[in-house]
């Protein structure tokens, strides 16, 4: 068996691999936090892990020097769908995918001195029926907003985030309001023992490369996929920082110090 890639089949991850040609190597699909376990289990060898993940394990994990799943400011797909105020929230369903949003809400909700009850549960927008919120993420979080978007408008800054009793709270926005610096989702990583071999990691900068300059093509066949509209793929993805910038890590470290974890990072060297 050939060297094996870890991906989640997420929307905003699709100009990373859309153009990816998988020679000499295999694509193992599957959600973050079951990336996160075969990453240390040696079933992939490098795979996009959530950064609450690697900053966890980063003594065991090497990281790919430029790359990310970055946003400054709204992300539109880490949120809080909820009723009332934050402050009147009493219990909260989790979604499953994913430790780092998980960790995310937490600290920001702590930090406004909230500590509502914390339940993982199944489902999209019907749990706001038992519970006062619901934290989704990724492509379920993009359809659920979708679903209560009478209409795309011409500008992205006029999006809602009330739409009726039901707000929703992105949890990129409340970073950056805390913050002023990006929040990191994801990054590339690897057991330090079993590196990339370099033509892998060069055939993910093309593929990069091609997404990028070619991110309306990509937004379409996002947008087919998961149902919604065009615009709002392509919005949504051009909005992403995906190269692991000085501000990125920036954001990268200050999530590790408001965890209480330390920021030791060891870059691939190729």
Sequence with gaps: MGYVLG??????????????????????????????????SGEVGLSLVSSYFYLKHQEALGLLPDFSVAVLGRVYSVNLFHKGRLEDLKRIALTTESATSVALLKLLLKERGLEPTYERAEGE?????????????????????AALLPKVPETPHTLPTRFGEVEVADLSTLWFQRTR?????????YRRENPPPKPLVQA?????????????????????????HPALLQHYLWNFRYHLEEPDRLGLQAFAEALGLPFRPVYYPG
Excluded: T
């Design 7 to 40: 991906l989640p089949r997420y929307a905003n991850v699709s100009p990373l691999h859309h153009f990816l040609k998988p020679e000499g190597f295999q694509v193992r699909y599957a959600v973050p936090a079951e990336l996160n376990r075969l990453l240390l």
């Design 181 to 189: 610096l990006p929040f990191v989702f994801a990054v590339w990583a």
């Design 125 to 145: 927008l019907e749990l706001l029926s038992a519970y006062d919120g619901v934290l989704l993420i990724g492509d379920r979080a993009i359809r659920a907003y």
């Design 204 to 228: 993910l900068r093309e593929a990069r490369r091609e997404g990028l300059g070619r991110l309306r093509e990509v937004a379409e066949a996002e947008a087919q996929r998961l149902g919604v």
